[in-house]
């Protein structure tokens, strides 16, 4: 992508990339439903029954609290990232800050998502890098979402503390 192509002055992310990134959100937002299924089967006792379909016995994992966090942090990630795409006018990113927002924040999605899922899982819930194969994707995971987390908000904080002291 040539330079044009990733920010508009004034606007912030050009419109495809706020859209191409706006994809991976509602895409998440979509696991993240799904995801609350899944929690909603686990409080049912493993029941999924909508009236007027019959009722199916579902055996999920018995991880009420971590099959919320599949739920919730999924969505909250997601809407964390809309939140940079709609202020990214606001913030002013450089060509350069914005690509790497689009990428670590991509990174932010993804890696959240698969730790969470995988979290489950993990008996040791993927906060340290030791077990099973599951923990250790989690942890991972978990911990590029964490370094991605870090570089988008400040790359963020760093444009909103400078558009706070620009004069008027």
């Given at each position: 992508?040539?330079?044009?192509?990733?920010?508009v002055a004034g606007k912030g992310f050009s419109d495809r990339i706020s859209g191409k990134?706006?994809?991976?959100?509602?895409?998440?937002?979509?696991?993240?439903?799904?995801?609350?299924?899944?929690?909603?089967?686990?409080?049912?006792?493993?029941?999924?029954?909508?009236?007027?379909?019959?009722?199916?016995?579902?055996?999920?994992?018995?991880?009420?609290?971590?099959?919320?966090?599949?739920?919730?942090?999924?969505?909250?990630?997601?809407?964390?990232?809309?939140?940079?795409?709609?202020?990214?006018?606001?913030?002013?990113?450089?060509?350069?800050?914005?690509?790497?927002?689009?990428?670590?924040?991509?990174?932010?999605?993804?890696?959240?998502?698969?730790?969470?899922?995988?979290?489950?899982?993990?008996?040791?819930?993927?906060?340290?890098?030791?077990?099973?194969?599951?923990?250790?994707?989690?942890?991972?995971?978990?911990?590029?979402?964490?370094?991605?987390?870090?570089?988008?908000?400040?790359?963020?904080?760093?444009?909103?503390?400078?558009?706070?002291?620009?004069?008027?």
């Open positions: 992508m040539d330079q044009e192509s990733w920010v990134l706006l994809t991976h959100c509602f895409i998440m937002m979509f696991l993240g439903f799904m995801g609350g299924f899944v929690w909603l089967i686990a409080l049912a006792g493993n029941v999924f029954h909508i009236v007027p379909l019959p009722r199916f016995e579902i055996i999920v994992p018995d991880q009420k609290e971590l099959l919320r966090n599949v739920h919730v942090g999924t969505i909250l990630n997601s809407i964390y990232v809309m939140a940079m795409v709609a202020l990214s006018g606001r913030l002013n990113f450089s060509v350069r800050q914005a690509k790497w927002v689009y990428y670590w924040a991509i990174v932010l999605l993804w890696g959240n998502m698969i730790g969470y899922s995988t979290a489950v899982y993990a008996p040791e819930r993927g906060l340290q890098p030791i077990g099973d194969w599951p923990n250790l994707v989690s942890y991972g995971t978990f911990y590029i979402a964490v370094v991605a987390a870090t570089i988008t908000t400040g790359i963020c904080l760093y444009n909103a503390i400078r558009a706070g002291r620009s004069p008027a």
